[in-house]
């Protein structure tokens, strides 16, 4: 099971970035994919998940309305869309996956500690 996360880089305050996770290894049809992101000095926050096995799509608070998931199965990637970017969404942000259990709360969907395979972390700065 691999995971590549890719697209982070330096927008304006306002601008759009569209992350990729490429799964490689096994499908995502089974599988929960979230997108996690670590700014300095902080912990690491849920962003968003899809799990559409089970028909769930969860944002963090902080990005509803402004970032959206999908995934296309063709490619065995999921994509994060950013619209609006705010300083406050700079970050590494990371991508991982984890067997699909439904049932599962949106908190836990969301938490770090539900996931098994990570991807590397891409940057993504938003800066005037």
């Known amino acids: 099971v691999q995971l590549q996360a890719s697209g982070g880089g330096l927008v304006q305050p306002g601008g759009s970035l569209r992350l990729s996770c490429a799964a490689s290894?096994?499908?995502?049809?089974?599988?929960?994919i979230g997108w996690f992101r670590q700014a300095p000095g902080k912990e690491r926050e849920g962003v968003s998940c899809?799990?559409?096995?089970?028909?769930?799509?969860y944002y963090a608070d902080s990005v509803k309305g402004r970032f959206t998931i999908s995934k296309d199965n063709a490619k065995n990637t999921v994509y994060l869309q950013m619209n609006s970017l705010k300083p406050e969404d700079t970050a590494v942000y990371y991508c991982?996956?984890?067997?699909?259990?439904?049932?599962?709360?949106?908190?836990?969907?969301?938490?770090?500690?539900?996931?098994?395979?990570w991807g590397q972390g891409t940057q993504v700065t938003v800066s005037s």
């Open positions: 991982a996956a984890v067997r699909v259990i439904a049932g599962t709360p949106r908190g836990v969907m969301l938490s770090e500690r539900l996931y098994d395979y």
């Open positions: 899809i799990a559409t096995s089970i028909g769930s799509i």
């Open positions: 290894g096994f499908t995502l049809d089974y599988y929960a």
